[in-house]
């Protein structure tokens, strides 16, 4: 199938993208990897008046690596990211979970922040940026507001960013202290959207035991979901603590629907499975680490 008709527009600063969008207003979409969107066009399920094309924007591709985290631009591409060494020391979590995105010539294309406005529930980058508490900065014409995960993803495939705006940066904060990073996942086929999904963060004392627990699920709910399973871990040693404990808390915590693809307990076995083999790495993870960095 084809799109239906659209006017293209090829702004060459984010002012001038800024301007289109907030003259088209609902009947604009803004492109930059096209890996989702231009899909959706094809099968008519999107059909905007007006595409803005943001490729030619220049200073939105950046992959920066700060202190406390990284910092990703709006055209950046998930392979991009996923190569990046600094951003791989700084936050592993990105790495691990990026593989496991679609294959990698959509990964060299598609783009880690559109892949978050698209807030597609199945999407690996969204449990990554919920689980690290991350942010992401969306610009207007004359002004520019930051939004935390927890607000940012509103519903499957509804996010924050209005009509008008331009998602220009994710930021997806380092971990603190001795802190290991997994992810696990199960699919029909290698490529496709994850009929579960599991990143976890395990944080150790001095001691090698644990101090916090906490896992980001995708394939769940209508947004990626966040548990806390630190107290089913605390105070025990990486290498032997109670993961099965935790993986049925995660059970009793998520409520998925069913659909073609899995039934909903099946959904609900996978995640507290997944719950237990992304802590258990996540732990090894941590207690390799040096100075607080995965090894």
Same mark, same amino acid.
């Given at each position: 199938?084809? +799109?239906?008709?659209?006017?293209?527009?090829?702004?060459?600063?984010?002012?001038?993208?800024?301007?289109?969008?907030?003259? !088209?207003?609902? @009947?604009?979409?803004?492109? /930059?990897?096209?890996?989702?969107?231009?899909?959706?066009?094809?099968?008519?399920?999107?059909?905007?008046?007006?595409?803005?094309?943001?490729?030619?924007?220049?200073?939105?591709?950046?992959?920066?690596?700060?202190?406390?985290?990284?910092?990703?631009?709006?055209?950046?591409?998930?392979?991009?990211?996923?190569?990046?060494?600094? /951003?791989?020391?700084?936050?592993?979590?990105?790495?691990?979970?990026?593989?496991?995105?679609?294959?990698?010539?959509?990964?060299?294309?598609?783009?880690? !922040?559109?892949?978050?406005?698209?807030?597609?529930?199945?999407?690996?980058?969204?449990?990554?940026?919920?689980?690290?508490?991350?942010?992401?900065?969306?610009?207007?014409?004359?002004?520019? &507001?930051?939004?935390?995960?927890?607000?940012?993803?509103?519903?499957?495939?509804?996010?924050?960013? &209005?009509? @008008?705006?331009?998602?220009?940066?994710?930021?997806?904060?380092?971990?603190?202290?001795?802190?290991?990073?997994?992810?696990?996942?199960?699919?029909?086929?290698?490529?496709?959207?994850?009929?579960?999904?599991?990143?976890?963060?395990?944080?150790? %004392?001095?001691?090698? &035991?644990?101090?916090?627990?906490?896992?980001?699920?995708?394939?769940?709910? +209508?947004? +990626?979901? !966040?548990? @806390?399973?630190?107290?089913?871990?605390?105070?025990?040693?990486? @290498?032997?603590?109670?993961?099965?404990?935790?993986?049925?808390?995660?059970?009793?915590?998520?409520? +998925?629907?069913?659909?073609?693809?899995?039934?909903?307990?099946?959904?609900?076995?996978?995640?507290?499975?997944?719950?237990?083999?992304?802590?258990? %790495?996540?732990? &090894?993870?941590?207690?390799?680490?040096?100075?607080?960095?995965?090894?």
């Amino acid at each position: 199938m084809k +799109p239906s008709p659209f006017v293209y527009h090829r702004p060459t600063t984010l002012d001038q993208a800024l301007e289109i969008l907030a003259e !088209v207003g609902a @009947d604009g979409k803004v492109l /930059a990897g096209g890996q989702s969107l231009i899909p959706l066009m094809s099968m008519r399920l999107a059909a905007p008046a007006h595409l803005v094309d943001i490729n030619h924007v220049d200073g939105l591709d950046r992959v920066e690596t700060e202190r406390d985290g990284v910092r990703v631009g709006a055209t950046a591409r998930h392979a991009a990211v996923e190569r990046n060494p600094a /951003a791989f020391a700084a936050v592993p979590l990105l790495r691990q979970a990026l593989v496991h995105v679609a294959h990698p010539t959509i990964r060299n294309r598609g783009t880690t !922040v559109g892949s978050l406005a698209h807030a597609d529930p199945s999407g690996e980058m969204t449990a990554v940026l919920a689980l690290l508490g991350g942010t992401v900065t969306l610009a207007g014409r004359g002004s520019e &507001r930051t939004v935390g995960a927890a607000d940012f993803f509103q519903g499957p495939l509804e996010s924050a960013v &209005r009509p @008008d705006e331009v998602a220009v940066e994710a930021f997806f904060p380092a971990p603190d202290g001795r802190t290991g990073s997994a992810w696990a996942e199960v699919s029909r086929r290698h490529g496709d959207y994850a009929v579960c999904g599991v990143g976890a963060l395990v944080t150790l %004392d001095d001691d090698l &035991r644990v101090t916090a627990s906490v896992v980001g699920l995708i394939s769940v709910g +209508p947004t +990626p979901v !966040v548990v @806390d399973v630190s107290d089913a871990l605390a105070g025990q040693p990486h @290498d032997t603590a109670d993961v099965v404990a935790a993986g049925a808390l995660v059970r009793a915590a998520v409520d +998925p629907e069913p659909d073609i693809h899995a039934t909903a307990e099946y959904r609900r076995h996978l995640a507290g499975a997944l719950t237990e083999r992304a802590l258990r %790495d996540a732990a &090894r993870a941590a207690g390799a680490s040096v100075d607080g960095g995965d090894a």
